[in-house]
């Protein structure tokens, strides 16, 4: 840290800084008007410098702070024994020297923003939707895909890595602003990828290496590749990703190409079923505090690198224990990869790929579906996890989005029952609780999960992440009042009026938002229900970008073209928007006369009336004109 003039006394120990048995509120050096000069050798260190400035009355003076960190060549490192070589920082100092060289700067910084920002632009009837879906939401998205969970001051630095579920994820609110750095991520990830199609579950963004100590068998990681590959296809139209040779675990010498990546991300689920015929949860699927092979009765044992050694002769996990999450993920994953092969002109094996799909969702109707809504899992005693047979965890969130996106049992009414328990068992004011009722003691043969108080985390907090999946499966289903209705409990913009409660930033997604349980006796509203917890610390900021703007708002990339498709709020009388895609400008109106959720009556580009409802990619530089009449 530095600044534009002569400093009178400076500090880098905390400790030294803050005085003993101090806080933040009254730091000794600011009580006391003069600092101590600390010098820290590691134990806290901070930044903080003293100038003394008298001002007469009407002067003004400005100072420029810098706060940075140079690397230096590692054989480059020490001007003098114990001096670090200071020449690139100083050649930093010189470019901010002046007030004109920041505020220059800023310039070219507001510019850079607005160039990003300007791709995916809306004006609704809602000022916090124009908030959220223009600044804030890709603004995190970008953050989130550049920094993943160090962003966060609940989990700072690099630590464990980036997860290979969240970073794919993160593609998907990011690449509309940078393709090219989606595209170079894309093969990052998946060159920490196993012949099989298992892969590393956390890699290092600085090595590229998976984390070895955590390992693999999530068994939803691979399906997120094939999302990630299809958003960037969709938003480019860029089809030559498929044949990049990418590495099997870092090693080139057995690479092979995106789309065969795919294939084995594919089929690892095929060839991994239990049995019902839905795919094993192994480890742990998307919630990682689902550890059906653990069976943990050891404190502090960490269940999610843990699998007891009954299932040794296994393989290391159950091969009773099943997904129900991971069945809908892959019947609404799946075709996106029967998309890719048919564009291919790979019709056997789309054919092929079609049939596991159409499989799949026959299983999960056949033994997944409860009645009501969609089970969570089969545990390893075969036993029934979500289900109203169960006295507590009856209905969980995770596989209920992407079975009703998949319109899996639509012709028997599955959607519209699942969506009607949805709203009755597991939403609040403050959003969708993961499950329902909450677990009030420990279940050896779910783990995790049900270590945690009622009401946090995993065990019926509000996680925002899994909300977004029940936010579009409602747009998707036609549902706009009850998919904005969700969207609004938990958008940050929206907690603006309850910020005491919520309590953590009015701008971003956090991990999650304390439950209705939430620091309650059982059976007791609980008095930090609505709370914010984790900011920055998940992926979620991707897929609410993708909530609102692609299912609600409904603008969305797809393989031939722009996708109109709004799901808005009856009340609407419609919204603009502007959308950057494949070297084209679309200026975008939406009208809602009939004041309907969804349903597009007719679209005009340029004046002339199109079939459907996919814009073709004019790929021209110019700006086209469309018009859309719901109805």
């Known amino acids: 840290m530095t600044v534009n003039t002569p400093v009178d006394g400076f500090d880098t120990s905390r400790d030294e800084f803050l005085g003993l048995g101090r806080g933040n509120n009254a730091p000794i050096v600011v009580e006391e008007g003069k600092s101590h000069n600390s010098v820290a050798s590691g134990w806290y260190p901070i930044a903080s410098q003293q100038i003394n400035v008298s001002l007469a009355p009407g002067e003004e003076k400005e100072y420029v702070f810098l706060l940075g960190y140079c690397e230096n060549p590692k054989d480059d490192k020490w001007e003098a024994l114990n001096v670090i070589k200071k020449e690139p920082a100083k050649k930093i100092m010189e470019k901010f020297e002046t007030s004109e060289q920041v505020n220059e700067a800023f310039a070219i910084l507001n510019t850079y923003w607005d160039d990003l920002l300007s791709r995916y632009h809306v004006e609704s009837k809602d000022p916090h ?3 959220m879906a223009n600044i804030w939401n890709q603004y995190q998205c970008m953050v989130t895909f ?6 966060s001051y609940f989990e700072s630095g690099i630590g464990r890595g980036m997860g290979f579920r969240d970073s794919n994820q993160d593609v ?9 750095r989606a595209r170079e991520r894309i093969i990052d990830i998946a060159s920490t990828q196993f012949p099989d199609g298992g892969c590393y579950h956390q890699y290092q963004p600085l090595t590229k290496k998976g984390n070895a100590d955590i390992g693999g068998d999530f068994s939803d990681d691979p399906l997120w590749l094939i999302l990630s590959v299809s958003a960037y296809i969709k938003e ?10 990418v590495p099997y675990d870092n090693d080139m010498s057995i690479a092979q190409t995106m789309l065969e990546h795919l294939k084995v991300s594919f089929y690892h689920i095929v060839d991994n079923l239990g049995p019902h015929g839905l795919p094993l949860a192994m480890r742990a699927d998307w919630n990682d505090c689902i550890n059906l092979s653990c069976f943990s009765d050891t404190p502090g044992e960490s269940f999610q690198t843990y699998t007891n050694p009954k299932f040794a002769a296994e393989g290391g996990y159950s091969k009773v224990a099943e997904s129900v999450m991971v069945a809908t993920l892959f019947t609404y994953t799946g075709p996106n990869y029967v998309a890719i092969l048919k564009h291919l002109g790979k019709d056997d094996e789309a054919a092929k790929a079609q049939a596991e799909i159409d499989k799949m969702k026959a299983n999960v109707m056949e033994s997944a579906w409860d009645g009501d809504w969609f089970l969570r899992a089969y545990d390893a005693n075969g036993e029934k996890m979500g289900s109203k047979e169960c006295e507590e965890g009856q209905i969980f969130i995770e596989p209920q989005g992407f079975a009703i996106m998949s319109e899996i049992g639509k012709d028997q009414g599955a959607d519209l029952k699942t969506l009607k328990a949805i709203d009755e068992r597991l939403n609040t004011k403050y959003g ?10 420990y279940y050896v043969q779910y783990g995790e999960i049900s270590t945690y108080p009622g009401g946090y985390k995993e ?11 029940i936010i579009c499966a409602a747009a998707y289903a036609g549902q706009g009042d009850q998919a904005f209705k969700y969207y609004s409990e938990i958008a940050p913009a929206f907690t603006e009026e309850t910020s005491d409660l919520h309590k953590t930033e009015p701008y971003v997604y956090g991990q999650m938002i304390g439950g209705k349980d939430a620091g309650s006796d059982i059976g007791q509203t609980g008095k930090n229900f609505g709370q914010g917890k984790n900011s920055w610390l998940t992926g979620t900021a991707a897929w609410n970008m993708v909530a609102i703007s692609q299912y609600i708002l409904g603008i969305s990339a797809d393989f031939d073209g722009l996708k109109i498709d709004p799901s808005i709020p009856a009340a609407w009388d419609g919204l603009t928007a502007t959308r950057q895609f494949r070297g084209a400008t679309y200026d975008i109106k939406v009208s809602n006369p009939s004041h309907v959720n969804k349903g597009i009556k007719s679209v005009t580009v340029d004046g002339n009336a199109i079939e459907g409802n996919v814009i073709p990619a004019f790929g021209d530089g110019k700006t086209h004109t469309v018009e859309v009449v719901m109805g």
């Open 129 to 131: 939707v124009n908030r």
């Open 146 to 151: 550049n920094l993943s969970r160090s962003a």
């Open 172 to 180: 998907l609110g990011f690449v509309h602003q940078i393709p090219d």
């Open 236 to 245: 480019t139209g860029d089809w030559t990703i498929l044949d990049e040779m």
């Open 432 to 441: 969708l609780v993961l499950n329902n009722p909450a677990y009030t003691k």
């Open 459 to 469: 065990n019926a907090g509000i996680f925002t992440h899994n909300n977004a999946w």
